[in-house]
């Protein structure tokens, strides 16, 4: 049996913020034009553009 923790066999490297910063700033440039869009309106804005990674536009638009 080797010597790792359960914190250590389980860690997950944590995702590349990067992207998600843009992602954001265009959540927030769709949010500032259209300010009456819920996060589904955003959601299919996004997907107009060709975005295809949309999960996070509900907790960025709160």
Same mark, same amino acid.
């Given at each position: 049996m080797t010597k790792v923790s359960r914190?250590?066999?389980?860690?997950k490297p944590k995702k590349d913020? /990067?992207?998600d910063t843009i992602l954001l700033e265009k959540i927030r440039a769709i949010a500032t034009e259209f300010p009456c869009y819920g996060y589904r309106r955003v959601t299919a804005q996004l997907? /107009?553009?060709?975005?295809?990674?949309?999960?996070t536009v509900r907790e960025c638009t709160v």
């Open positions: 914190s250590g066999y389980y860690y913020k /990067r992207s997907r /107009r553009q060709g975005i295809k990674k949309v999960k």
